[in-house]
């Protein structure tokens, strides 16, 4: 699924806009304001030499002009004040989202049920390390992603867009899918049949079960009449020599630094099983709560 980000690349849009009213806003600090301070003192002195003249030859003056003519000097020019207004907002809304959490909308079905077209999701971006925006380089380790999560990332093939999927396999993990059925390093999964899922898009039902990960679990949809794999979909992407595929069933085992991903809704999800894993370097974070879906209120909450 390749998610859409609020406002498209809003990172970049926003380190720009901060680099620039940030050297606005430090040029002005630094030099501008102090250039017409200078200014400002130099004018007075000028005034009130006028003015200790005039008095001293009995001319009487008001002086209520000085308050004026000072504030007229020191005055920022508008482009000035707007940009010292805007950096320090625009400042703080790009820590929180290059660092904290970063907003994204659902734009296709492949997490179903979990997830639904027109969810607004909010994700954590330091619950697997804080990395440097734009370029997401980690620079502090806080925590690995987990069997179960709902982690978004740069699509390997396409880092410029990002995904969605659930981690099925840690590195070292043996992944195994064989009739629509998960055996992580050598032990079956449990699956628990739930009532059939109604398709939102069209008038199909789907079956519904709760799958058990080992430390996880939650909700998956199939379809009946679908294969298991579709061979001729399958990539040649990076460890796939890790990997062995047949007509009904795959077994991967996933490299250090890499991450297997499938989508909840298991027919209808293009993930690992064919364009490969997911590197460290790839993770984005943690998908954790909708946060808004204007069709459906009542769709905000955590993420399971």
Known sequence: MN??????NFALILFVAMVVTGVIWCLDVFYLA???????NAALAAYDARNAKATADGIKLDNGNRAAIEAALLRQPTWIEYSGSFFPVIALVFVLRSFLWEPFKIPSSSMVPTLLVGD??????????IR???INKKIIQVGNPQRGDVMVFKYPKDPSQDYIKRVIGVPGDKITYENK?????????DYRPMDDYLDDERPVYHKQYMEMLPGAQHRILTMEGRRTLDLGSVDNFPH????????????CIVPEGNYFMMGDNRDNSADSRYWGFVPDQNIVGKAIAIWMNFSNPKRIGGIH
Do not use: M
């Open 181 to 189: 059925r998960l055996t992580v390093n050598g032990k079956p999964v």
């Open 120 to 129: 607004l999701i909010l994700v954590n971006k330091y619950a697997y390390g």
């Open 34 to 40: 102090r250039k017409r301070r200078a200014a400002a």
């Open 132 to 134: 440097l925006p734009i």
């Open 3 to 8: 998610l859409q980000p609020i406002l498209g």
């Open 240 to 251: 796939r020599e890790n990997c062995d595929y047949s007509y009904d069933k795959f077994t």
